[in-house]
């Protein structure tokens, strides 16, 4: 199965600075099927990206994906106070369809 | 507006099967558009797909759980369920149902709040 890593475990930064995350497969994520989703404490999964670089539905614009192959990120552009979160990757490429570990985003 | 909902009984004793229901309103779940899917995250940790479920077509499991899992559909009551078999205590988890889009190799834009299944005797 393909085995997504993401990196660092934990981010500290303060609303309004930039956050960058990483999430690296162990192959090539067949056509860039990655999606990106937040988790806020107590509740479900909410999706932000989709083949690597589209929004969803209702989703910021400061929030963008990026990469292909077997390195992707997520960029938040300024951080708002909601944006504190953890944050997930998910390849549906490969069956099992596998996510990341995550990335906490806090304060 | 989509709404998924899961249901069933919050413990379950270890070597029993675990049953859960989704019902899904706001879609039909007979939709040639959507997957029908199951995910499990233990407490403090990441998401594990469980498997999902096209309606009148196949269905397809993770793996590592494929021996235990079931996942049927009722398309009279617009609801999914899953049944894992012989649970342990690494069962323990909040249960997701999710439905997928993009076709074959889709990705999950509607949750359920998910429910926890605590396994104990």
């Known amino acids: 199965e393909t085995v997504l890593t993401q990196s660092p475990g934990t981010l500290s930064l303060s609303p309004g600075e930039r956050a960058t995350l990483s999430c690296r497969a162990s192959?090539?994520?067949?056509?860039?099927?990655l999606a990106w989703y937040q988790q806020k404490p107590g509740q479900a999964p909410r999706l932000l990206i989709y083949?690597?670089?589209s929004r969803a539905t209702g989703v910021a614009d400061r929030f963008s994906g990026s990469g292909s192959g077997t390195d992707f990120t997520l960029t938040i552009s300024r951080l708002e106070p909601e944006d504190f979160a953890v944050y997930y990757c998910q390849q549906y490429g490969s069956s099992p369809w596998t996510f990341g570990q995550g990335t906490k985003v806090e304060i | 507006q989509v709404q998924l909902q899961e249901s069933g009984p919050g413990l379950v004793k270890p070597s029993q099967t675990l049953s859960l229901t989704c019902n899904v309103s706001g879609v039909s779940i007979n939709s040639v558009s959507y997957y029908w899917n199951w995910i499990r995250q233990p407490a403090g940790k990441g998401l594990e797909w469980i498997g999902q479920i096209y309606p009148g077509g196949s269905n397809k499991y993770n793996p590592s759980l494929k021996s235990r899992v079931t996942i049927s559909v009722d398309t009279s009551k617009n609801q999914f369920s899953l049944k894992l078999s012989s649970v342990s205590a690494a069962d323990t988890a909040v249960y997701f149902c999710a439905r997928g889009v993009g076709g074959y190799y889709n990705y999950f834009d509607n949750w359920g709040q998910g429910t926890l299944v605590t396994v104990s005797s």
């Open positions: 083949g690597a670089s």
């Open positions: 192959e090539t994520v067949i056509i860039n099927h």
